[in-house]
């Protein structure tokens, strides 16, 4: 349940802008360090950041609903090469994966 650069996440932070608080964008993984991540959540300063898309926006960590339920931007998902969807993209992969029973 991440947010964070990591592989599955296909190596970009996916945070929601502070303002309308309406999709996920891509974040470059080298863009922002989990330090800073804090440091603007712990003061409340906007996070200033370019994404995917091409667009700079005042970036919030998303919470965990978000996390798993917020669309993704169009435009990042076009600009990465991955589908559209919900939530981050290993959120998505955790909230869609069945086990089954023998």
Same mark, same amino acid.
């Given at each position: 349940?991440?947010? $964070?650069?990591?592989?599955?996440?296909?190596?970009?932070?996916?945070?929601?802008?502070?303002?309308?608080?309406? =999709?996920?964008?891509? /974040? #470059? +993984?080298?863009?922002?360090? *989990?330090?800073?991540?804090?440091?603007?959540?712990? *003061?409340?300063? #906007?996070?200033?950041?370019?994404?995917?898309?091409? =667009?700079? $926006? *005042?970036?919030?960590?998303?919470?965990?609903? *978000? =996390?798993?339920?917020?669309?993704?931007? /169009?435009?990042?998902?076009?600009?990465?090469?991955?589908?559209? +969807?919900? +939530?981050?993209? /290993?959120?998505?992969?955790?909230?869609?994966?069945?086990?089954? /029973? #023998?």
């Amino acid at each position: 349940m991440t947010c $964070y650069p990591i592989t599955a996440n296909f190596s970009h932070w996916w945070l929601t802008t502070r303002q309308s608080w309406n =999709r996920l964008h891509a /974040v #470059p +993984g080298d863009a922002l360090t *989990s330090d800073q991540l804090h440091e603007a959540i712990d *003061s409340g300063d #906007p996070l200033l950041r370019d994404t995917a898309c091409g =667009r700079e $926006y *005042s970036l919030a960590y998303p919470g965990l609903g *978000s =996390r798993f339920g917020m669309p993704r931007c /169009v435009k990042c998902c076009t600009k990465l090469g991955i589908p559209t +969807g919900e +939530g981050s993209p /290993v959120n998505e992969a955790a909230a869609t994966r069945t086990h089954h /029973v #023998p």
